[in-house]
């Protein structure tokens, strides 16, 4: 079955430390994006990758990095940096960038203690 | 700015009609999005809109009215499965999305 997976489902972390958040898709999208999900607000876009080897800012970059070495992933890290971590990290790809319909991974959700 | 206005919540009784209602200011439009988003589940397409007018899908329909701003998704016939949040999203000039907060769907017996 083809679709978007993320690990772990849930993830604790204390106040200080770095997390990788995985994504890995077998869609053979070219374009992937790392949202963030807070309650009351709608999603934010982190960072977002059209193709292997490049990768955007979105409008919440700060505190995160990503890295697009595959195609089929798209870790994201949640530095030290990242004031305010404590939200559900969702992941999501396009056939390409401009494509109308993106297809969301479970999602991570990230509490840091 | 840009922005994307919907409803915060909304309750409807199990076989009935809902209109959930979204207004949109954005810089470009490529096309609006219809989410929907059970509790702790990642968001499932629904439908899209890039010309005025009305898409049905089984239960589920949305319409666009570009020149106003508007849209809303329509759900008919409605079942308790329906309960979810339900998310209205614009494509803009950059072919970014641009997110709603959201309206919470609850469904009454």
């Known amino acids: 079955d083809g679709g978007i997976t993320q690990s772990p489902k849930y993830l604790f972390r204390k106040e200080g430390q770095n997390v990788t958040l995985s994504c890995e898709q077998n869609l053979n999208h070219d374009a992937m994006y790392w949202y963030r999900q807070d309650p009351g607000q709608g999603l934010r876009l982190i960072y977002y990758?059209?193709?292997?080897?490049?990768?955007q800012k979105g409008d919440i970059a700060e505190g995160y990095s990503v890295s697009r070495e595959k195609k089929e992933s798209f870790p994201l890290t949640v530095t030290s940096a990242q004031k305010n971590p404590t939200a559900f990290y969702l992941c999501?790809?396009?056939?390409?960038?401009?494509?109308?319909?993106?297809?969301f991974g479970p999602g991570t959700r990230l509490t840091v203690l | 700015g840009q922005n994307i206005d919907q409803p915060t919540e909304m309750t409807a009784t199990e076989g009935a009609i809902v209109q959930i209602n979204c207004t949109y200011q954005?810089?470009?439009?490529?096309?609006l999005f219809w989410y929907q988003q059970h509790a702790g589940e990642a968001p499932t397409f629904l439908s899209y809109n890039v010309l005025d007018g009305l898409e049905e899908k089984g239960r589920f329909s949305s319409f666009l009215s570009r020149s106003k701003g508007y849209s809303y998704l329509l759900l008919k016939e409605l079942q308790m499965k329906d309960s979810a949040s339900y998310l209205c999203a614009v494509m803009d000039s950059n072919y970014q999305l641009i997110w709603g907060a959201g309206t919470k769907l609850i469904i009454k017996p």
């Open positions: 999501a790809s396009s056939i390409e960038a401009d494509y109308n319909e993106q297809f």
């Open positions: 954005t810089s470009g439009f490529n096309g």
């Open positions: 990758s059209q193709i292997v080897n490049d990768f």
